[in-house]
């Protein structure tokens, strides 16, 4: 059984980083997103980076950039993949020279096979719920819409939390899950026990049930509603 992937992201402090590692996740990411409560600058996401240690991949978020604002932050920020969740086309994101992550926003009529093709270049797609705005706005999407075979690696998004990313990865196999609002008390601030619960619940998924009931872990609808991703 493969075992699935998870990335925390949206981090703005130093705690929320701590916890994130603590509990094992294999990405975090940064969002370099100007109209994000969980935007970073540069300098302060280069200090975050430097207490990533070897093996955690560190990934930075961007929506619709001027290419020269992504290469000022690469100047300084040592990120490994790049996430890029607007309206770029293959040619854009491949004029870093890096490894790179395509969001897909899931609504019915998208092809997901074709927009995978269309970026083959990426080292996989990341699928997160439709709104107008960037970002699933902490909302899930019809699981069903995925197909059972995509061209690429896929990253499972869009209104996960401790309670559903089981169910998440049982249904949709995805290689990895990505979470932010999901694990927040509040817009850009990072809940450590919702990080733990999170990665517990996806590194267990097929015994998600029992590992609620032994560590008793409450239910999302009891501790609070979750919050707008980007």
């Not at 970073?40 to 093996?55: E, G, I, S, T």
Request: hydrophobic share 45%.
């Amino acid at each position: 059984m493969t075992r699935t992937r998870v990335k925390i992201c949206g981090i703005t402090r130093p705690d929320d980083l701590d916890a994130v590692l603590a509990a094992g996740a294999d990405a975090v990411g940064f969002v370099f997103h100007p109209p994000s409560p969980r935007f970073v600058d540069r300098r302060r996401a280069a200090a975050l980076v430097k207490r990533v240690p070897p093996f955690v991949a560190r990934v930075g978020l961007f929506v619709n950039t001027e290419p020269a604002t992504v290469a000022e932050v690469l100047a300084t920020v040592p990120l490994d993949v790049l996430q890029f969740h607007g309206d770029e086309d293959a040619r854009y994101c491949e004029q870093f020279s890096k490894t790179y992550i395509k969001a897909a926003r899931v609504a019915p009529g998208l092809n997901l096979v074709e927009f995978a093709r269309t970026f083959a270049s990426a080292q996989g797609i990341l699928l997160d719920a439709y709104v107008e705005s960037y970002g699933g706005a902490g909302k899930t999407f019809d699981w069903s819409l995925v197909p059972e075979s995509l061209p690429l690696p896929m990253v499972l998004s869009g209104g996960l939390t401790a309670d559903n990313v089981g169910e998440a990865i049982r249904r949709v196999h995805p290689w990895a899950v990505d979470v932010s609002s999901g694990v927040e008390s509040a817009k850009g601030i990072k809940e450590a026990s919702e990080i733990a619960a999170f990665v517990g619940f996806a590194d267990h998924s097929h015994l998600t049930h029992r590992f609620q009931t032994r560590f008793g872990v409450a239910p999302r609808s009891a501790r609070r509603p979750p919050l707008s991703p980007l």
